[in-house]
């Protein structure tokens, strides 16, 4: 059966759907995207996802192409339409389609939206196969990466030189400080050398993850502390254990960094709790139920 996706208001074959080449994401990368986690047809922290789009656009000046609630139904019509259940929903909005000129069309265009899925593998439930290594880079992205922009170069950069490695993600950092901002497609937190749960607190330097705050939901309804607060390279060599979290890694132990083993080199007896808690969000939330 052939892919559907969504393309400003049409339900098409990804095979002949296609966006105008003058449209400004594809031109100046003039847009934010968003993702949603679909599994067995729940859709995990939805309403986190579409609040962080609404929040993006907002920023660049951009409208909403339609309201929550109709897109919302976007996503259902493309999951029902591609009989998937289990998979990564994709949506793209821009600023749509204009003579080439880097200030703003002068006359508002409508908004461009594209919706897409994709299967992925079943929810992992073995964590000691689900642990993986990282290699740290300079964080060399622009200034605004709490908004969740399709200019994703230094991003695919730093993912490539983790792949070439046999790591699965880049942790970045600050050159002239040596403090770790996040991963190049997630959300990183050390166990420190005093047992802390750690990440960064929220600025305009990282991405605000909505698995990072579905996670601390969690954890806040359990009475687990965690502390949102910046730390160096330093810090992760001294680290217990080290985990990522985003809409597709959930709960990832990251056991080697740069080669070296993160505490022990295993996974860890906090990270493998914190698997176990997010494996109980993601499958027993009835908010979550499509």
Known sequence: M????????????????????????YQ??????????????????EDLHLA????????????MPM????LSMVLREVAQRNRVSDGLLYM??????SRRDHAFPSKPVPPALVVTIRR??????????????AITLPDL???????????LLPNCLARQKAREVGAIEAILFDEATGMVTEGAATTFWIVDEHGAIRTRHLDHVILPGCT????MKELDLLGLPYDQREFSLDDVKRAREAFITSATSFVKPITKIDGAPVGDGKVGPVVRRLFDIFARHVKGDVKNAA
């Open 120 to 133: 992925i593998a079943p929810y992992p439930t073995d964590i000691d196969k689900w642990q993986a290594s």
């Open 52 to 63: 962080r789009l609404e929040r993006s656009l907002r920023e660049i000046a951009l409208p």
């Open 2 to 25: 052939s892919k559907i996706a969504y393309v400003n208001g049409r339900y098409l074959p990804q095979s002949e759907a296609s966006v105008n080449i003058e449209d400004r994401g």
């Open 92 to 97: 793209q909005v821009t600023r749509g389609v």
């Open 28 to 45: 100046f990368g003039d847009g934010i995207y968003e993702v949603v986690h679909l599994h067995e047809g729940r859709y995990i922290d």
């Open 67 to 70: 309201s929550r609630g109709a």
């Open 141 to 151: 992205r622009w200034a605004r990466r709490d908004i969740k922009s399709v200019n």
């Open 212 to 215: 990072r705050a579905a996670l």
